[in-house]
């Protein structure tokens, strides 16, 4: 990507509901999410103040610093606290281009960074999500296996895949 298609990360805020609307309403980002596509500017408001604004670290995809998605890693506590989950979703226009495996190294790099007891970054996928496959591979994580009948998505049981990258393993 060159200078003028500059990808970063930045925190997501209530002024970015009209972006965060185009991937949050299409069904083609939320096949493989565990929410509905959004239905009203209100859902999407309390969402980006009720769980965005407080997430220990949930950031905008930006593209030129206009959010184009998001991605976040959980904080966990006590024996969990050495690894976070990543999760993140992209505006369907902007799939294959390369931006969620630049968005994927850059987070777990400031994670790394920002949080000294974090050793392991996760990431679970669906079996069938192949374009996410891809993306952590290249990203660096390594396929760890299959979690079978492992999450309940819209009334469905599925297999996941676990995916890991370990702060020795970070790369640029």
């Given amino acids: 990507m060159d200078q003028e298609n500059e990808i970063t990360l930045r925190k997501l805020t209530v002024d970015d509901v009209d972006d965060f609307m185009v991937w949050a309403t299409d069904p083609k980002v939320a096949h493989f999410c565990s929410w509905e596509p959004y239905a009203s500017v209100e859902d999407a408001i309390a969402y980006i103040q009720n769980v965005v604004v407080p997430h220990p670290w949930f950031r905008a995809i930006c593209l030129n610093n206009r959010p184009i998605g998001a991605i976040s890693v959980t904080s966990n506590s006590g024996a969990d606290k050495c690894r976070g989950e990543m999760g993140y979703v992209l505006a369907s226009a902007y799939w294959g281009k390369g931006i969620v495996t630049k968005a994927v190294k850059i987070a777990a790099k400031m994670v790394f960074e920002e949080r000294e007891e974090m050793e392991r970054v996760e990431a679970l996928v669906d079996v069938e999500n192949g374009g996410s496959h891809r993306v952590l591979e290249k990203a660096g994580f390594v396929r760890e296996g299959v979690l ?13 895949v676990m995916f890991s990258l370990l702060r020795t393993e970070l790369r640029d």
């Avoid at 079978?148 to 996941?160: A, L, P, S, T, W």
Wanted: hydrophobic share 30%; no cysteine.
């Fill in 148 to 160: 079978r009948k492992y999450f309940v998505q819209r009334g469905r049981i599925r297999d996941m």
